[in-house]
């Protein structure tokens, strides 16, 4: 597709339940990211990927949230025994390039809705 | 920890008139982000400042950078409805270029009204 998709689009799902977020990022874009917005607030950090590997988890809040991107394009952010904290909406973004150099503009998706009743 | 602040939070001005949206943050940062958000839609990238003075125009829309007072301004001129949005500003929490760590302010919400 011509720019990022995120799949669902929304999520409901029972407290302590395990959740998967897929990212499609934009075909032949190297890094991806990984934010999330809270509502009436601004995205935060989660996660970055380089290729496959993740250069940088340090936004990721606690052990219940795991990400990877194994073939260095889709990527998947995986939530364990949710809590209901943790709705909100999951945004992904890439960029052509690293993070940093001239082709590193982050084009954003949708964004997956979960609420965690 | 880095801050971003925006102000106002809400906007709700008329068609045809001239207003300013303001982004403060609280450590130096030589990257800001302007983005455009339509209510269930992506981030839309608006404007990169990259430098102090810096000064961006994309039709009713003017952004300005000011590094020494770590603030930029989102200037809107003779407003139209299509405008209506929510804006956020976001800045480069590593320095040295790492464009990815952005800290986002809490976004503008913008009604044009007719």
């Known amino acids: 597709g011509a720019g990022v998709s995120q799949t669902p689009s929304n999520k409901v799902t029972e407290k302590g339940k395990y959740v998967e977020l897929r990212c499609d990022p934009i075909s032949g874009h190297t890094a991806l990211y990984w934010y999330r917005q809270s509502l009436g607030q601004g995205p935060e950090f989660l996660i970055y990927f380089q290729g496959t590997g993740a250069a940088d988890d340090s936004g990721l809040p606690n052990d219940r949230f795991f990400a990877v991107r194994p073939e260095g394009s889709v990527s998947t952010l995986k939530i364990q025994r949710t809590e209901r904290g943790d709705s909100a909406v999951y945004l992904c973004a890439s960029s052509l390039g690293a993070a940093g150099t001239s082709t590193g503009e982050l084009f954003f998706g949708e964004g997956s809705r979960l609420t965690v009743l | 920890e880095l801050k971003v602040e925006q102000n106002p939070l809400f906007l709700s001005m008329q068609e045809g008139k001239n207003y300013t949206i303001y982004c403060n943050y609280s450590t130096t940062s030589d990257r800001l982000y302007w983005y455009r958000q339509d209510p269930g839609k992506s981030l839309e990238s608006l404007f990169v400042?990259?430098?102090?003075?810096a000064v961006k125009q994309e039709g009713r829309l003017m952004a300005s950078l000011d590094t020494k007072a770590r603030l930029s301004t989102l200037h809107i001129t003779a407003a139209v409805h299509d405008l209506s949005a929510t804006y956020f500003c976001a800045v480069d929490m590593i320095g040295g270029g790492s464009n990815y760590k952005l800290t986002f302010g809490k976004g503008t919400l913008l009604t044009v009204n007719p």
């Open positions: 400042l990259l430098s102090n003075g």
